[in-house]
């Protein structure tokens, strides 16, 4: 079964399915929010991580780059003690040093939609390999689902999905390829 089968009318999976699954970011907090999401996922369900998303936002300060670059040994402490999120130090790590990333891709493309705009389009094995190269904790998974989800692989929903015109209409990346 696809996640288009099973996603429709779940009290977490259905909104996050109909509204935001495979849809376009444009916002660097928000793709950073999803980047983080991802990565927590990893060897988790995804259902864990919707459940535990307020208490993420809550946590890193709704994913304000600025404020989560910021962040010093105190505040990770305080992260890694915080029961609402999921308490991996790599993981912590990881959010903290990848807003650091993604703040030096402002510097040079602007943002971090220019930055993935830049490179795009590409196979999810070169997208992987860059990922790899750009931040940590990115793996072919966590790489793979956060494309998928934020519009920059094709994928998300499948073609007898109510949801895949309206995240066409929307025109994510992979929908501009010929552009």
Same mark, same amino acid.
Request: aromatic share 12%; net charge positive; proline share 5%.
């Given at each position: 079964?696809?996640?288009?089968?099973?996603?429709?009318?779940?009290?977490?999976?259905?909104?996050?399915?109909?509204?935001?699954?495979?849809?376009?970011?444009?916002?660097?907090?928000? %793709?950073?929010? /999803?980047?983080?999401?991802?990565?927590?996922? &990893?060897? =988790?369900?995804?259902?864990?991580?919707?459940? !535990?998303? #307020?208490?993420?936002?809550?946590?890193?300060?709704?994913?304000?780059?600025?404020?989560?670059?910021?962040?010093?040994?105190?505040?990770?402490?305080?992260?890694?003690?915080?029961?609402?999120?999921?308490?991996?130090?790599?993981?912590?790590?990881?959010?903290?040093?990848?807003?650091?990333?993604? %703040?030096?891709? /402002?510097?040079?493309?602007?943002?971090?939609? &220019?930055? =993935?705009?830049?490179?795009?389009?590409?196979? !999810?094995? #070169?997208?992987?390999?860059?990922?790899?190269?750009?931040?940590?904790?990115?793996?072919?998974?966590?790489?793979?689902?956060?494309?998928?989800?934020?519009?920059?692989?094709?994928?998300?929903?499948?073609?007898?999905?109510?949801?895949?015109?309206?995240?066409?209409?929307?025109?994510?990346?992979?929908?501009?390829?010929?552009?």
């Amino acid at each position: 079964m696809s996640y288009c089968d099973i996603a429709p009318g779940h009290p977490f999976h259905g909104p996050y399915h109909d509204t935001e699954y495979g849809f376009p970011i444009r916002e660097d907090d928000r %793709l950073f929010e /999803r980047l983080v999401l991802e990565i927590n996922q &990893a060897g =988790l369900s995804w259902l864990t991580i919707l459940r !535990k998303r #307020e208490a993420f936002s809550k946590a890193f300060d709704a994913f304000k780059l600025e404020r989560v670059a910021r962040y010093d040994a105190r505040r990770r402490t305080r992260l890694l003690n915080d029961e609402g999120i999921i308490r991996n130090r790599l993981k912590v790590d990881a959010a903290i040093e990848n807003a650091k990333r993604i %703040l030096a891709l /402002r510097k040079t493309d602007g943002s971090f939609a &220019a930055w =993935l705009d830049a490179h795009h389009p590409m196979t !999810k094995d #070169e997208w992987v390999k860059l990922f790899k190269k750009t931040f940590v904790f990115t793996g072919g998974e966590i790489t793979g689902e956060f494309l998928l989800s934020t519009g920059y692989l094709p994928g998300a929903h499948e073609e007898k999905c109510p949801v895949y015109r309206r995240v066409v209409a929307a025109r994510p990346p992979w929908v501009n390829r010929d552009k």
